[in-house]
């Protein structure tokens, strides 16, 4: 009986931890595509070509990240 029980607490824990990751991964999903926007408008307003390149390097990084698009 005791182990019964003990199934029954780690399979509960289990999905606990499930919803938990699925919660972060949304958050992280949308924190990139925040990201992506925010590197766009550094891309439109860079002054130099060093700028445009790390600003375009980091909207590639946000927008993949982002394209995962993971649901809960």
């Known amino acids: 009986m005791?182990?019964?029980?003990?199934a029954e607490i780690r399979?509960?824990?289990?999905?606990?931890?499930?919803r938990q990751f699925g919660i972060c991964m949304a958050l992280?999903?949308?924190?990139l595509r925040?990201?992506?926007e925010a590197a766009a408008?550094?891309?439109k307003a860079a002054k130099s070509k060093e700028e445009f390149e790390?600003?375009?390097a980091l909207q590639?990084?946000?927008s993949d990240g982002a394209s995962y698009g993971w649901q809960p």
């Open 28 to 31: 992280a999903c949308e924190y």
């Open 41 to 43: 408008a550094a891309v």
């Open 2 to 6: 005791e182990e019964l029980m003990e």
């Open 11 to 18: 399979t509960v824990e289990q999905k606990i931890d499930a």
């Open 54 to 56: 790390a600003a375009k």
């Open 60 to 62: 590639t990084w946000a």
């Open 34 to 36: 925040k990201a992506t």
